[in-house]
């Protein structure tokens, strides 16, 4: 197995819910208040039978006109039309822009001969336009050209990759564990997207249920850290692959 971190940058995004790119080394956030600033990590796992995207990207494009997220895949040694497998945790917009691609004024599936897996309520709510997080067009176009597994509740989706009914940032949301070849990985999405949440514990007014949140990246970091779990951070700043250790009830990230 291996894994990569295709880093996508920093980002802000304010009330209007907009995401503006924002390079530390030469933008100030004085200059954009009311900003929350992010970064968004997809990530690539190869296994013997599949090749797998954890979350999708914004979707922004180099000067080329290509996917970031694409040319990412390429630079890892792949091809995007090799991917099998689109895991999504959610499908907020910074999750789930890279699930499509604009060519020739229409939105066509990033990743054609992939099966994406979805929880069925979390894609119901996205097509139904009741949250400004969710671009519905992005569910429309893959339901009439991509193949989806919807899933429901939790379960395991095949051997070696198991699905968790989360609900915490988003009601629908799902987090992944892949036990393949000897690496144990999970992946959180939003629900432990930095490893700087374990590290400050809070409640965050961006959830869905906030203390849930804050009760699941408890559960989920003791977990990683007692099962030797590689944890993949979609929001980190710098250690975007990482391990977990728990001792005098503190949290330590140490990259991988």
């Known amino acids: 197995m291996e894994i990569f971190a295709l880093g996508e940058g920093s980002y802000s995004v304010d009330a209007t819910k907009k995401f503006i790119p924002f390079n530390p080394e030469t933008d100030s956030k004085r200059d954009r208040p009311g900003s929350l ?8 796992i190869t296994t013997a039978d599949d090749l797998i995207v954890l979350d999708a990207g914004l979707g922004y494009k180099d000067t080329r006109d290509e996917l970031l997220l694409h ?12 991917v099998t497998l689109v895991l999504m945790s959610h499908l907020h917009y910074d999750h789930s822009g890279g ?5 020739n004024g229409r939105l066509e599936p990033s990743f054609p001969q992939a099966t994406h897996v979805i929880q069925k309520d979390e894609f119901e709510f996205g097509l139904s336009g009741k949250s400004t997080s969710y671009h ?4 429309e176009a893959l339901q009439n050209s991509a193949k989806i597994d919807f899933v429901e509740g939790s379960g395991e989706y095949k051997p070696g990759i198991k699905y968790e009914l989360s609900g915490g940032h988003s009601k629908f949301h799902q987090v992944f564990w892949i036990d393949i070849e000897g690496q144990k ?16 514990k809070f409640v965050a007014k961006y959830d869905y249920d906030g203390h849930r949140s804050a009760e699941l990246r408890i559960k989920y970091g003791k977990k990683a850290a007692a099962e030797g779990d590689i944890c993949l951070f979609y929001h980190a700043r710098a250690t975007a692959i990482g391990t977990v250790s728990y001792q005098n009830e503190a949290f330590t990230v140490s990259p991988v």
């Open 71 to 82: 040319q990412h895949i390429r630079n890892a040694g792949f091809d995007p039309e090799d």
């Open 136 to 139: 519905a067009e992005i569910f």
């Open 99 to 103: 699930l499509v691609v604009e060519r």
């Open 185 to 200: 990985v999970f992946f959180g999405g939003d629900e432990l997207p930095e490893p700087e949440q374990l590290i400050r």
């Open 37 to 44: 600033f992010i970064h968004v990590n997809p990530f690539l």
